[in-house]
């Protein structure tokens, strides 16, 4: 049983234009809330990050909201580049435990 | 320059031979993680270890192993290879601190089995 869902595989957006990535996870327990992202054959690499103690965290052209209600959590990337093409990983923990992480999303922006 | 290091980078490996991943970090984190990557299935939890001496299970941990002898070194052994395990395998550490710690990865290992 997925405890972090990631439903959409692929995403396709222009240039300059809103990139919104969603992440769905089922463990109400969860309390940090995390967004990797990955290069072909390199290592994921850590983008952002969000507390359940908050709703939004903001770093430079990347945005995380945390809608704890509805269990949902989104990035926004604005504006979006070519270089922002990957794969995004949407990970949680509880406390101390291992993260988990979605399936991830492949992101193409276009040029 | 501080990190996480992985070797092999890549490995073809025959069936039913024994191998091991190396992977050691230098930000003295104590805890340490190896994950799987496979497509369509995202990044799936081997083993882990929060501090030196002690390890856990994640999702997917049969057929492999791993020891934890000290806080810089997370070895992943797998005693006999299968085709299933064919996977690029990263290995991740994080500072336990409440629980608000990024968590970092190294390069990867591209492992394949025939």
């Known amino acids: 049983d997925q405890q972090v869902k990631q439903n959409s595989p692929s995403l396709s957006v222009q240039e300059g234009r809103i990139s919104i990535l969603n992440c769905d996870y089922t463990?109400?327990?969860?309390?940090?809330f995390l967004w990797y992202k990955k290069y072909p054959a390199e290592g994921p690499t850590f983008l952002i990050s969000?507390?359940?103690?908050?709703d939004k965290n903001e770093d430079g052209r990347f945005t995380v909201f945390l809608n704890k209600s509805a269990k949902h959590l989104s990035l926004h990337i604005v504006p979006s580049q070519p270089g922002d093409s990957a794969v995004y990983f949407c990970a949680a923990s509880e406390g101390n435990t291992p993260l988990v992480f979605g399936k991830g999303t492949r992101l193409s922006v276009i040029a | 320059i501080a990190g996480i290091t992985q070797a092999p980078t890549s490995q073809i490996l025959a069936a039913g031979r024994r191998m091991t991943l190396r992977c050691t970090q230098d930000m003295r984190h104590n805890a340490m993680y190896w994950y799987r990557q496979d497509l369509g299935l995202g990044l799936r939890l081997i083993h882990y270890?929060?501090?030196?001496?002690?390890?856990g299970k994640g999702e997917v941990p049969d057929g492999y192993s791993v020891s934890r002898a000290n806080t810089d070194d997370f070895p992943l052994t797998l005693a006999s290879a299968v085709p299933s395990q064919t996977s690029v395998y990263f290995c991740?550490?994080?500072?336990?601190?409440?629980?608000?710690?990024?968590?970092?990865f190294g390069p990867g290992t591209r492992l394949t089995v025939l």
């Open positions: 991740a550490s994080r500072r336990l601190a409440g629980g608000t710690d990024t968590q970092y």
């Open positions: 463990n109400s327990m969860f309390d940090y």
């Open positions: 270890s929060n501090t030196a001496g002690t390890t």
């Open positions: 969000i507390s359940s103690i908050k």
